[in-house]
């Protein structure tokens, strides 16, 4: 059974400090790996993907993949009231079929003015 | 462009009635994904299509639940004789192809409420 794995929170952080968010996963075939927002009553938005190990910035997002040690992280910074919000981590696994695109449960972060 | 869109945004129905939801994808989008997402939990995967044809049917959670896909676009997702553990959101997403690289885009959801 594949899994992804999250803290569910919540997560406080200050205004203006960087939000650390965490997944990890149990498919080593993993390939792919997404992190969506979604708000309160609202569906999951993409933020950002990630397929090859390191780093990757997307404005005040940046997104860590190690692949060695099953672990993706989405990093916040200056964090806003208005990314209080439920952090969803995806991975995919190695074929084609629909049930290899694995949510975690989701992160609920807020960020206190 | 246009995103994914769902109908109807709220259904409200009585125990052991029939249910359809409707889903359109992405325009030039060929992969489809239904899911449910009951009140504070995560997201359940129902069915996949590729196409009009669905390589995985697994998380459909009973004979109950059925879901067709047609001219590679709209898809409806049908529940007959609804319970009340049917209530949730349902989510139904899209991508440019299936497989592991392609990223899913979510419509709005429809919320589905038995009594």
């Known amino acids: 059974q594949k899994e992804v794995e999250q803290n569910s929170g919540p997560l406080s952080v200050p205004e203006g400090a960087i939000a650390s968010l965490n997944c990890t996963y149990s498919?080593?075939?993993?390939?792919?790996f997404f992190w969506y927002r979604q708000y309160s009553g609202k569906s999951p938005e993409l933020i950002m993907s990630i397929y090859s190990n390191g780093d990757k910035e997307d404005g005040r997002f940046t997104a860590q993949l190690n692949k060695a040690s099953q672990y993706v992280s989405l990093l916040i910074r200056d964090s806003q009231p208005s990314d209080s919000a439920t952090y969803l981590c995806?991975?995919?696994?190695?074929?084609?079929?629909?049930?290899?695109?694995?949510f975690g449960p989701g992160t609920r972060l807020s960020v206190l003015p | 462009g246009a995103g994914v869109s769902q109908s109807p945004s709220n259904k409200v129905t009585e125990k052991g009635k029939d249910v359809e939801l409707r889903c359109d994808p992405i325009s030039g989008h060929t992969a489809l994904y239904w899911y449910r997402q009951s009140l504070g939990q995560g997201l359940e995967f129902l069915i996949y299509?590729?196409?009009?044809?669905?390589?995985?049917k697994s998380g459909l959670p009973s004979d109950r639940f059925s879901a067709e896909r047609t001219g590679g676009s709209v898809s409806t997702l049908t529940i007959q004789r609804t319970q009340q553990e049917d209530s949730a959101v349902y989510l139904c997403?899209?991508?440019?192809?299936?497989?592991?690289?392609?990223?899913?885009?979510f419509g709005p959801g429809t919320r589905l409420t038995v009594l």
């Open positions: 498919d080593r075939g993993s390939q792919s």
């Open positions: 995806a991975a995919t696994g190695r074929d084609n079929y629909g049930q290899n695109f694995v």
């Open positions: 299509f590729q196409g009009n044809s669905a390589p995985d």
């Open positions: 997403a899209s991508s440019l192809r299936g497989g592991t690289a392609y990223e899913q885009f």
